[in-house]
């Protein structure tokens, strides 16, 4: 069974985009009193829509424990301007207007991102044809990513047992490295998060939007279920 696909790390880094803190301090954003359903929710509220946005919206969490990654993909608008706008969403505070009832990609992305771990990569499509991802620049003291054409964002396929191309979507993608302490130990973990995403989006699922949950280890599904009304 094939892998997500990271950025390839023995590539130099191109001209990188400097933030306002050093990575000790951008790490700091994660020190919050969240738990897994707030950290999740953070995320997902970037592509919440109104009842009559007239599409559905779907979002995929994956969790691989063996390679401790979460990753979360949707297939909402993307970043428009990917190049200005994905180092921007890193800012502390800055937020972009979209489609989604909230303005998102502002602090609560950072610090949800923080919570969980390290931010390894977003990737992003506004047009269904060009992808372009957002890589941290750890050679630097100060928190930097630097911007570049990337590889389709990919989709866990159940039936498959695989990571699949996205063809003909727009979308957005992150994957983090998940600090140890928030990897899920249980079935129990899932089906929590589950009920929780359920109170929380009851009014949205299945009508503007769809939510699965998949945990990976040793290659195998362990867990895959739906958020359901």
């Known amino acids: 069974m094939n892998s997500f696909n990271l950025p390839d790390k023995s590539i130099p880094p191109k001209k990188s985009q400097p933030i306002t803190v050093s990575w000790k301090g951008f790490r700091s954003e994660g020190k919050t009193q969240y738990t897994k359903l707030t950290g999740i929710k953070e995320i997902i509220n970037n592509v919440v829509v109104k009842d009559n946005h007239g599409t559905k919206i779907n979002v995929q969490i994956v969790i691989d424990s063996t390679r401790k990654l979460l990753i979360i993909t949707d297939d909402f608008e993307g970043f428009k301007e990917p190049q200005v706008r994905l180092p921007g969403a890193m800012n502390l505070g800055t937020s972009y207007k979209t489609s989604a009832i909230l303005r998102e990609h502002g602090r609560g992305l950072k610090t949800a991102i923080n919570y969980f771990g390290d931010i390894q990569v977003i990737r992003t499509s506004s047009d269904t044809y060009d992808f372009y991802e957002l890589i941290p620049d750890r050679t630097r003291d100060k928190a930097s990513f630097y911007v570049q054409k990337s590889q389709?964002?990919?989709?866990?396929?159940?039936?498959?047992?695989?990571?699949?191309?996205?063809?003909?979507?727009?979308?957005?993608?992150?994957?983090i490295r998940m600090?140890?302490?928030?990897?899920?130990?249980?079935?129990?973990?899932?089906?929590?998060?589950?009920?929780?995403?359920?109170?929380?989006?009851?009014?949205?699922?299945?009508?503007?939007?769809d939510i699965q949950l998949i945990w990976l280890e040793d290659n195998k599904v362990k867990y895959y279920n739906t958020c359901e009304e």
């Open 179 to 209: 600090d140890d302490s928030q990897l899920p130990k249980n079935k129990g973990w899932w089906n929590n998060l589950k009920k929780g995403l359920e109170a929380s989006y009851n009014q949205k699922i299945n009508k503007v939007l």
């Open 152 to 175: 389709p964002i990919e989709l866990y396929s159940v039936d498959k047992n695989k990571w699949i191309p996205v063809k003909g979507k727009t979308g957005t993608q992150i994957a």
